[in-house]
Nanobody, 124 residues
Framework: QVQLAESGGGLVQAGGSLRLSCAASGRTFSYYDMGWFRQAPGKGRDFVARVARNNIITRYADSVRGRFFVSRDNAENTVYLQMNNLKPEDTAVYYC?????????????????WGQGTQVTVSS
């Protein structure tokens, strides 16, 4: 089992940047594929990005590709989400998630372990 804790959220103006971090503890971090999801008020939990255990294979939602970048540091047991050129529609609670293995990593149902989330608010 792995425990996850997100940080780095906050309020930012449109066009700004934030970097989210997700610290993992428990089982060996490098064994897990890691995903980022977000949930806006009244909406479902949407896929944002995913990075495989080897930190080479990544996947992004169309809405964030070219603006968001996911990476991980297996030595630090941390996964990051660098968010650039933020837009008001990026406002949501952002969650990181972990899975021993994923098919394409874009479905919340693939991930058994979740953090508590961090709020990102983008003002226009």
């Amino acid at each position: 089992q792995v425990q996850l804790a997100e940080s780095g959220g906050g309020l930012v103006q449109a066009g700004g940047s934030l970097r989210l971090s997700c610290a993992a503890s428990g089982r060996t971090f490098s064994y897990y594929d890691m995903g980022w999801f977000r949930q806006a008020p009244g909406k479902g939990r949407d896929f944002v990005a995913r990075v495989a255990r080897n930190n080479i294979i990544t996947r992004y939602a169309d809405s964030v590709r070219g603006r968001f970048f996911v990476s991980r540091d297996n030595a630090e047991n941390t996964v990051y989400l660098q968010m650039n050129n933020l837009k008001p529609e990026d406002t949501a609670v952002y969650y990181c998630a972990a899975a021993p293995t994923t098919y394409n990593g874009a479905s919340p149902s693939e991930y058994p372990y979740w953090g508590q989330g961090t709020q990102v608010t983008v003002s226009s």
